[in-house]
């Protein structure tokens, strides 16, 4: 396999001496993917990116760049591109010179630079704008200049931290398609962060789950959804019915966890956990089915108590004796009145077991 252009080995950084912001990571960035560092406020994302731009030092480990340590490569040496919230644009410059910057900096002669900033206004459709200056454009062409300008010197690494943070959601759900678009146009390696679970899982080759500082879980958009490694994971990406009781049997990875109310449930489980043990049972609510059908392995009956009509779905609230209620999302089609009896399904793989959080 290629080397990867990015490794944290061992990296560790705290500011106060105490607390480890981040802890012994341990990360390799393949070449041309799109990684998304995702995670609560306060679990090291930025720490982690400020890191590998070379602003902030770690307090233990190396980070290797293409196989290099990097310990004492100064930024501007690391041929990083960045973005961050706060567009951060020169306001005295106009839009052509901020996105030129890099190149001057880097002695690029004025010919080269002309038409390097033409070709990056033109990739965030903004050919017309070069004269401009920075207060003459909206929030969402400020922050397509800053992505020009962080992309204008060909860098192989582009550095994102919460870039559509302070965009408004038709306006940051359109840039997120953009940036992927861009990203793919040229093989850029992209480490890109965010708080945002559905920004993450619409960009993202992978996505590496921060919390306190350490990696929960890496992988694909759909692994993190379908295969989530723990209870943290479960919450923090995509919407989950948690049912708690103790775990009744273990038989592989499969477990059988019984409600305080005496219901049975199946599901898998990829953690340490013996019988007895106080247990979470995660099911989506696009998993469940409502009424019969083949091939379910579990079947509740309850009472609908509340629908809510969302046009292209409903969302289905059922009362379930001995458990808490159970949210169903699905097609908007037949659904039967509220106060009406029905059997809820699915099957035990689309069923997970964790082991309760501490917090
Ligand atoms: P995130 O980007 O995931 O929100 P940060 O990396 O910004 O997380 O912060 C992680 C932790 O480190 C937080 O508790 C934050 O208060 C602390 N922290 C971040 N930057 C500094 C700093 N310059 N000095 C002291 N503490 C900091
Ligand atoms: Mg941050």
Known sequence: MAEPIVRFVGIGKTYDGVS?????????????????????????????????????????????????????????????????QNYALFPHMTVAENIGFPLSVRRVSGAEIERRVQRALAMVQLSDFGGRRPAQLSGGQQQ??????????????????????????????QMQLEIRRLHRELCVTMVYVTHDQSEALTMSDRIAVFRHGRIQQIGTPDAIYRRPANAFVARFIG??????????????????????????LAGVCGEPLAAGARALLSIRPEQITVGGADGLDCALA???????????????RVAVPGLADIVVKGPAVAVPPEGSAVRLGWKAADCRVFALEED
């Open 144 to 173: 397509r200049i800053a992505v020009a300008r962080a992309l204008v010197f060909e860098p192989k690494l582009v550095l994102m931290d919460e870039p559509l943070g302070a965009l408004d959601k038709q306006l940051r759900e």
């Open 239 to 264: 919407e989950n019915n948690r049912l708690t009781g103790i775990v009744a049997l273990r038989d592989g990875d499969v477990c059988v966890v019984r409600s305080s109310g005496g219901i049975e």
């Open 302 to 316: 309850g009472t609908l108590a509340e629908t809510i009509f969302l046009g292209d779905h409903v969302r289905l």
């Open 20 to 84: 480890r912001v981040v802890d012994d990571l341990h990360l390799d960035i393949e070449r041309g993917e799109f990684l998304t560092l995702l995670g609560p406020s306060g679990s090291g994302k930025t720490t982690t990116l400020m890191m590998l731009a070379g602003f902030e030092a770690p307090t233990a480990g190396e980070i290797l760049l293409e196989g290099n340590p990097v310990s004492r490569l100064p930024p501007h040496r690391r041929q990083i591109g960045m973005v961050f």
